[in-house]
């Protein structure tokens, strides 16, 4: 098993029955590149929702990449169904017209379903159509052949980054990122690289869920100590060398996956998930990293922290949804201010 992408299912039920959350695997596992699934300009859609992580990973990659004319995609809306849908709860919904407790407005990044061509309501019709039960997102969708490609991200952002100017990016050869280097001669390079996501994923994209959504408080307490162990070694990690880039000089596959998570920490995680122990901003070198990489061309239109607020708090006991942080300043505007960690 690969721990940078899956957890471990071993007794899952009885560790869920114990109030521990366990994310479930993944069960479509196809990839650009096979056969069934030429690399083609226009061919696939990304179905996503901006409050999940996982998804903004995805999101992310293809905005870095340069694939947003080349990829089409629909978004949903934060909160997924209640318990009087006539579909029934915690199901993805595509609902432009939907309203936001945050905002009282609809959020018009929210969309229809464009990309099957049957204008589904929720995400589980499109595995339906190919009699699978999942309910997952993000959905990587080839639209020519009418099939899910895969619904796990850290295998859909690693296509395509393998695929990029096959499917279409609009950006030069040497101005796109390679977030994960091929080649014998990357070999240190890639081996740093998952060393690095078997780190973040445990400790800190899965491990903010462990803390946030089990109801078991010593998994808590083991949660919480090993997310912000994760945060001391790469805060040391960055601060060791002035290095701007968790590997490096470049920006890679590995900051790609932390940064969804630490996006989230300071305006959402750190009270939603319990995660008080320290806002990304006490860390300084890791919160001129966030702003570094938010600074990246088309990261900061890959999501939205409304969609992350109101998703998360959404499905809290009363749904109520914070208007704050204000202090020191407004998200996601202070990621536009690295100073600020000089003033924590």
Not at 145 to 154: C, K, L, P, Q, T
Not at 218 to 238: H, M
Not at 292 to 303: F, I
Request: aromatic content about 10%; charged content about 25%.
């Amino acid at each position: 098993m690969n721990t940078a992408v899956e957890e471990d299912q071993k007794d899952a039920a009885t560790r869920r029955a114990k109030g521990e959350f366990v994310r479930g695997v993944s069960a479509h596992r196809h990839a650009i590149g096979e056969d069934a699934f030429p690399p083609e300009p226009g061919r696939y859609h990304l179905f996503v929702a901006f409050n999940c992580p996982w998804c903004h990973r995805v999101t992310l990659a293809r905005s870095v990449l340069g694939l947003e004319s080349s990829i089409t995609m629909d978004v949903a809306f934060p909160n997924r169904t209640g318990e009087d849908d006539p579909a029934g709860p915690n199901l993805w919904e595509f609902a432009p017209d939907r309203i936001a407790r945050l905002t009282g407005a609809a959020l018009p990044e929210c969309t229809t379903e464009t990309g099957t061509g049957q204008g589904h309501r929720l995400a589980v019709e499109i595995y339906r159509a190919e009699g699978s039960d999942e309910k997952s997102l993000p959905i990587l969708y080839d639209k020519v052949a009418g099939r899910i490609v895969s619904n796990e991200s850290a295998e859909i952002i690693r296509m395509l980054d393998a695929h990029a100017a096959a499917l279409g990016s609009d950006m030069a050869e040497g101005d796109r990122p390679v977030l994960y280097p091929g080649g014998s001669e990357n070999a240190d390079l890639q081996a740093e690289i998952d060393a690095l996501n078997t780190r973040i994923y445990t400790a800190i994209n899965n491990g903010a869920y462990k803390a946030g959504f089990s109801a078991d408080q010593a998994v808590y307490n083991a949660a919480f100590t090993a997310y912000f162990d994760a945060l001391d070694g790469l805060e040391q990690l960055l601060a060791r060398d002035g290095r701007p880039y968790l590997t490096g000089s470049s920006f890679t596959e590995a900051d790609l996956r932390l940064f969804p998570t630490l996006y989230r920490h300071d305006p959402v995680y750190y009270v939603r998930m319990k995660l008080n122990g320290a806002r990304i901003l006490d860390y300084p070198h890791l919160w001129r990293w966030l702003c570094r990489v938010y600074a990246l061309p088309g990261v900061a239109m890959s999501n939205s922290l409304v969609h992350c607020k109101q998703g998360y708090f959404g499905r809290s006991w009363n749904g109520v949804v914070p208007q704050g942080p204000m202090r020191p300043m407004s998200y996601p505007e202070a990621y536009l201010h690295p100073d600020l960690a000089d003033r924590a």
